[in-house]
């Protein structure tokens, strides 16, 4: 099942974002991930998120009573595509994470969901990417 949202409350990059408590941090092993969209099937939106499932592992920080939980991750940010390094299904990671539907000052993104588990409180990955106006050359396909 693929759903696709215009998010009225999902994440900008407000200077807020950067200030807002870490709610989680666990110990996760990836069950299932949407496909990223690519920046091109998500214009004129200029940010866009997708979802994974974890399994939860450990609970290093905060409170999560779930045996799984749904993590929703930037896969185009500032109109490019975001690189993520290949995730080991087999390896536990830690991810530290904040609750999306608490983010009143996170706006009008997309958000590709192909698990579509309408129940499912999402979250969001804390790390975001670096924001391509502020590196040195902009993009890090231009340097490769």
Request: proline share 5%; with cysteine.
């Amino acid at each position: 099942m693929l759903i696709t949202l215009f998010m009225a409350a999902v994440c900008g990059g407000d200077e807020r974002e950067k200030d807002r408590p870490v709610e989680l941090v666990l110990d996760v092993e990836l069950i299932e991930e949407t496909k990223a969209p690519s920046a091109k099937e998500v214009r004129p939106y200029r940010r866009a998120l997708a979802t994974s499932r974890y399994r939860v592992v450990k609970v290093k920080k905060g409170q999560f009573e779930g045996k799984e939980i749904t993590v929703a991750r930037w896969v185009v940010w500032e109109g490019k595509e975001v690189r993520r390094p290949k995730v080991d299904k087999t390896s536990p990671r830690e991810l530290s994470l904040l609750k999306l539907s608490d983010s009143r000052e996170f706006r009008n993104d997309y958000l590709v969901d192909e698990i579509g588990d309408k129940n499912a409180v999402i979250y969001l990955e804390a790390a975001r990417p670096n924001d391509p106006k502020k590196t040195d050359e902009g993009d890090s396909e231009k340097k490769s």
